[in-house]
């Protein structure tokens, strides 16, 4: 995986993780690499979360432990080449992340897209309930996953504003790691690198029974088949 690179992995995968974890630029990175005598090229950095990063994503998958049946769906806008984009995202009762879609409408075939993603992934459970806004597209694509049978045909859908205040407080984390990168430049970069800002999130809220910063690193070592 790290074969004719010009560093070694140890460096590459710090420099990924750190950048996918703090609210930092390719710039304040490099700075930080210059500092510990490291002359790395910002534009270095960048090709290594492109490409890293939804290795991290595929791998982290497996270790992942089971989400709650009660999910909550919602949107967020992430700037992409100076235009909003839409995030869907869903967390279950518990804060757990269940997965996430990156598309650049916000309509019924994005959000077919995100259930279907979700359903697919090995850790999450076909729901019981399914809160959302009232926007119609979602709840079109809702009734129209339980009609092809990928979700269940009691699956309760309602709209509460209350009860996902989970996933608004749980936006705050992926913006606050997105605005200090000051957008995307193409739709491409944009998804690679919310995959390993996701896969971060997970970790750091202990979905991979992880709680300290030395079983952190020996997990993505592991992923990444250096350990």
Known sequence: MFKWKQYQHEIIILCVRWYLKYPLSYRNLQEMMEERGLFLSHTTIF????EYSPILNRGLRKY???TSDSWRVDETYIKVNGVWTYLYRAVDQCGDTIDFWLSKNRDK???KNFFRKALRSPHNSNPRVITTDKYAATIKAIKNEIR???LKPKTKHRSSKYMNN???QDHRHIKR????MLGFKNFK???ATIQGIESMNMIRKGQANIFSISAEV???NQIFYVA
């Open 166 to 168: 989970i996933i608004e």
């Open 148 to 150: 092809l049978g990928r």
């Open 47 to 50: 090709r290594w979360v492109m």
């Open 109 to 111: 075939v994005a959000a």
């Open 177 to 180: 790691i997105t605005n200090s």
């Open 218 to 220: 020996g997990l993505i």
């Open 64 to 66: 992942l432990r089971k």
């Open 189 to 191: 970069s944009a998804c």
